[in-house]
């Protein structure tokens, strides 16, 4: 099967996609192509899985921890008061995690709702120059944190 996550992590390995914040223990750290919340990003398991439960006890905790780590990266970063996770595979049936900034800044309506409900037709398209130094600020916050698959690789 070939969704879009797996073109997204061949691209990623041939160099090819500009969303790429970071290779990862278990996959790729990638920016959202819509930033409905600024700082929204996605981990993509290298290689592709089905889903979490698809995966070996160790392969498994590896990618949590990639994901809490990003997380981590993440709220460093953007200062966020919180942030969320999603592993829902329902419109790709490829296992990536939803990692999510939410501020304090989020209107009322929308702060303690699910990100799907915030407007996606009116969220910011990933721009790679304009996004260039958020994403060397998180690759910098995930090299200090130990978890890029290759620590030399911090540009």
Request: proline share 6%; hydrophobic share 45%.
């Amino acid at each position: 099967m070939s969704t879009e996550i797996h073109r997204r992590v061949e691209a990623a390995r041939r160099g090819e996609n500009p969303t790429v914040v970071a290779r990862v223990r278990s996959g790729w750290v990638v920016m959202g192509d819509r930033q409905v919340l600024e700082g929204y990003c996605l981990l993509l398991p290298d290689p592709v899985a089905p889903c979490l439960n698809s995966l070996g006890p160790e392969d498994r905790a590896v990618f949590l921890a990639d994901m809490a780590a990003v997380g981590d990266a993440i709220k460093t970063v953007t200062r966020a008061v919180r942030i969320n996770y999603e592993i829902l595979g329902n419109l790709e049936p490829a296992l990536h995690a939803h990692v999510i900034p939410r501020y304090a800044s989020e209107s009322a309506a929308l702060r303690t709702r699910p990100i799907w409900f915030h407007d996606w037709e009116a969220a910011r398209e990933f721009e790679p120059r304009r996004d260039r130094a958020y994403m060397d600020l998180l690759r910098a916050e995930l090299a200090r944190l130990g978890r890029l698959a290759d620590p030399a690789a911090t540009s």
